[in-house]
């Protein structure tokens, strides 16, 4: 079983910037993919940012140019870089690591993202 804890969420003002981890229970080499979802009040989860093991990455439209995916395999770590943040970010944030074949998705318990004034 793989565990994955979220950390780095909280409040912030609008134009802000946070910094959202994910640290795994094994190594994250073993997964062919990670990503960040975010779920915001009475929408479907949906995907921000993905990066695979070789480290090709993919970004949602609405967050290009501001958010930033990466992975320390060395620390086992998942990271988003959030900056420019607007209130529409406002979301609780899941970690993903994806590993196949067979697929197998692990999540983790979420972090809430809150952007206001």
């Known amino acids: 079983q793989v565990q994955l804890v979220e950390s780095g969420g909280g409040l912030v003002q609008p134009g802000g910037s946070l910094r959202l981890s994910c640290a795994a229970s094994?190594?994250?080499?073993?997964?062919?993919?990670m990503g960040w979802y975010r779920q915001a009040p009475g929408k479907q989860r949906e995907l921000v940012a993905g990066?695979?093991?070789?480290?090709?990455?993919d970004y949602a439209d609405s967050v290009k140019g501001r958010f930033i995916i990466s992975r320390d395999n060395a620390k086992n770590t998942l990271y988003l870089q959030m900056n420019s943040l607007s209130p529409e970010d406002t979301a609780v944030y899941y970690c993903?690591?994806?590993?196949?074949?067979?697929?197998?998705?692990?999540w983790g318990q979420g972090t809430q993202v809150t952007v206001s004034s």
């Open positions: 094994r190594s994250i080499s073993s997964f062919n993919s």
């Open positions: 993903n690591a994806a590993k196949w074949p067979p697929k197998r998705n692990y």
């Open positions: 990066i695979t093991s070789g480290g090709s990455t």
